[in-house]
């Protein structure tokens, strides 16, 4: 069976309203690539995802609160996201897991928001390096997806391993390392559903950037990249994006 790639960016606290502008030029370079083009996903900060989602290109959040609404100052819900115009929530990525405490029940209750909110939750696993060194980074990984990862219908749910060690630091595992732990994600999941397995796209994030995007997106088991700074580039995420024709 096919999964179609999917190209996400992460501009994480980055862009100003000039920034809508290269989110203008990645749609019109999407646009170029015709029938070749992957999807395409731009997270923005939420103070641009209104305006964004004017444009032709997919737009998402890049996290959540739990509820809907209510008085919980300063945090925002997968229904507001909706309402802004976005098609997809990133949740629980490391940077959330570790500068706000997040666990995985927390992640997974988010990304439940996001999926009764008609939304894709794109659900973030990773290892640190010191668990990778020390032989735990399969354990880890396939503890994050069994408690932050909803049951979902297919499509719903993006999984993107991304190792925290490798997040903008120029650093990326191994292609037979990042293959093996796709293949481990997807047996983890055919556990509970081999249909739902087969058909989850599972996206690796980490120093993604032109130079290294086509070996890994040819990699089995790797339908996409969740991409952090070279995401805030037009022309260096159209080079990640035309990797992968
Ligand atoms: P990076 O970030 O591409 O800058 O390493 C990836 C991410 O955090 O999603």
Redesign the pocket.
Known sequence: MTRRKLI?G?W?MNGLNAALAEITAIGAGVAALGAKAPDVLICPPFTLISAAAKGSVAIGAQDCHVGTSGAHTGDISSVMLKDAGASSV?VG???RRADHGEDDALVRAKAEAVLAAGLQAIV?VGETRAEREAGTAYEVVARQIAGSVPFATPGAIVI?Y?PVW?????LTPTNDDIAAMHGAIRRELAKSDAARAAVTPLLY?????PGNAREILTLADVDG???????LKAVDFMGIVGACG
Do not use: F, Y
Request: charged share 15%.
């Open positions: 996400a992460n994480k990133i990525h490391s940077e973030c993107a991304e490798a997040i903008g630091t120029g994030g980490g120093s993604v950037k990249a969740l991409v952090g700074g070279a995401s």
